[in-house]
């Protein structure tokens, strides 16, 4: 089971430019997150989806926007990227949205922006 | 609102002696707490989780954390530390919000001298 894939594996952007984020998952889970982390910060949460068809904004939606068309895809898109958006992106899902669920994470994309 | 306090940046240890990660929350209702662990250029994997059942949590790879609301601690041990250990380790704890995000404290870097 390949669990959850995300492309690229990195990427070097000139500012300005857009980008998206690819993250997809073959465990059928209903919820997924995406995360930033940034050294010293730990991991803070984007965006999140608890069900296809739904979106909600985490701690830094600004400058990010995601769309969740099926249960197995969730873009992250960079409309207008700036050196601030450089980071390690992780994209997560979890069955449900239940406090209790696990969280199951990718390898992420490591982004810089210049 | 809740929190993690992760105290020490970087811990190292010697192979063969006791590992000792400190997490500290801050939560004005029941916390879910989870301790994840990242090897380099990796993605995150699920150590244990906290979740009310028992104070005592065994997770995989000989680590366990006690849960003590007394001290609003959730620490990671093991008696024994590996080569193979060396990681960076999160403590999160669940948010109660409609995200149920993890919070993730700012992470602890283990080192292992042989």
């Known amino acids: 089971t390949a669990g959850i894939t995300q492309a690229p594996t990195s990427q070097i952007l000139a500012a300005g430019r857009s980008m998206t984020l690819r993250c997809t998952q073959d465990?059928?889970?209903?919820?997924m997150y995406w995360y930033r982390q940034d050294l010293g910060l730990g991991l803070r949460l984007i965006h999140y989806?608890?069900?296809?068809?739904?979106?909600g904004k985490g701690e830094v939606p600004d400058g990010y926007s995601v769309s969740r068309a099926n249960t197995d895809d969730f873009p992250l898109t960079l409309a207008s990227a700036v050196p601030s958006q450089t980071s390690v992106y992780f994209c997560?899902?979890?069955?449900?949205?239940?406090?209790?669920?696990?969280?199951?994470f990718g390898p992420g994309t490591r982004l810089t922006v210049l | 609102a809740q929190s993690v306090t992760q105290l020490g940046s970087h811990v190292s240890v010697s192979e063969g002696a006791l590992v000792l990660l400190r997490c500290n929350y801050s939560?004005?209702?029941?916390?879910?707490l989870f301790w994840y662990v990242q090897y380099p250029n990796q993605g995150l994997q699920l150590l244990l989780k906290?979740?009310?059942?028992?104070?005592l949590v065994k997770g995989i790879n000989g680590f366990e954390a006690e849960f003590k609301k007394s001290e609003t601690s959730f620490h990671l041990t093991k008696p024994s530390a590996h080569m193979s250990d060396a990681a960076e380790y999160f403590c999160?704890?669940?948010?109660?919000?409609?995200?149920?995000?993890?919070?993730f404290g700012s992470g602890t870097r283990l080192l292992v001298r042989p």
């Open positions: 906290y979740t009310s059942a028992a104070t």
């Open positions: 989806s608890n069900t296809a068809g739904t979106t």
């Open positions: 465990m059928r889970h209903n919820a």
């Open positions: 999160a704890v669940r948010a109660m919000d409609s995200s149920y995000k993890l919070i």
């Open positions: 939560s004005s209702v029941p916390p879910y």
């Open positions: 997560a899902s979890s069955v449900t949205g239940r406090v209790t669920d696990t969280q199951y």
